[in-house]
């Protein structure tokens, strides 16, 4: 199927780190994205990751990637109140490069 | 600036009565989409565009219609809305990129604030 799994919820305390875990379908895939959603407004594009890369940093957010197991996470580092939003990851699969499969969402709430 | 507008935000409508939601972007992007998100289930593709006059059904494309006669336009139809219509929409655009072998990949999708749409 073209499932893309996320958990639902995940609450961290401000300034701890915060993990959202995705698990893919296509092991082709050859782009896989993270989205955020603030309340209200639509996805805006937070990172993405090619598929012949094992991790990307760009300043609090890291994204690691095992193709082995069909697995992605984005980890948050020193995460803030405006942080709380619903995470969705995405893959672009190889027999149609122009689609975006998207997860349930993970909804991030921080509290102080 | 770079945008992508949809109308209306918020309707609530009835059974049967037809029903349009337009959606323009200021990019000229080659590539648009239409998802609806419900609680649970993420985001699912009802129909996506590659460039004018081309459309493709998505993944749930049964009680919709949409058309792109422009390239900047690509309206969501509902002919004769149901209560399991009743969703949030999102258009998105977004540039198409030719990659080594040929094959193209859809960059960064750019959404729009989304229809909140009521069907009673």
């Known amino acids: 199927g073209e499932d893309v799994e996320q958990s639902l919820f995940l609450s961290v305390r401000e300034g701890d780190s915060s993990v959202i875990n995705c698990t893919y379908t296509d092991s082709s895939s050859t782009y896989l994205y993270w989205y955020k959603q603030e309340p209200g407004a639509g996805l805006q594009l937070l990172t993405y990751i090619f598929s012949n890369m094992d991790m990307k940093q760009d300043q609090r957010l890291t994204v690691l990637l095992n193709k082995k197991d069909k697995h992605l996470s984005l980890r948050i580092a020193d995460t803030q109140t405006g942080d709380s939003a619903i995470y969705f990851c995405?893959?672009?699969?190889?027999?149609?490069?122009?689609?975006?499969?998207f997860g349930t969402g993970t909804r991030l709430q921080v509290f102080p | 600036e770079a945008q992508v507008t949809q109308n209306p935000r918020y309707l609530i409508t009835v059974t049967g009565k037809k029903l349009t939601v337009t959606c323009s972007q200021n990019m000229n992007h080659e590539y648009m989409s239409w998802y609806r998100q419900d609680p649970g289930l993420g985001l699912r593709q009802i129909y996506y565009?590659?460039?004018?006059?081309?459309?493709d059904k998505g993944d749930v494309p049964e009680g919709y219609k949409v058309s792109r006669k422009e390239k900047r336009n690509f309206p969501l139809i509902l002919e004769s809305p149901s209560p399991n219509q009743t969703s949030l929409y999102f258009c998105?655009?977004?540039?198409?990129?030719?990659?080594?072998?040929?094959?193209?990949?859809?960059?960064?999708?750019?959404f729009g604030p989304g229809t909140r749409l009521t069907v009673l």
């Open positions: 998105a655009s977004s540039k198409r990129v030719r990659l080594a072998g040929g094959h193209y990949h859809t960059d960064t999708q750019y």
């Open positions: 995405a893959e672009s699969p190889s027999y149609n490069t122009d689609k975006l499969i």
């Open positions: 565009s590659m460039n004018v006059e081309v459309t």
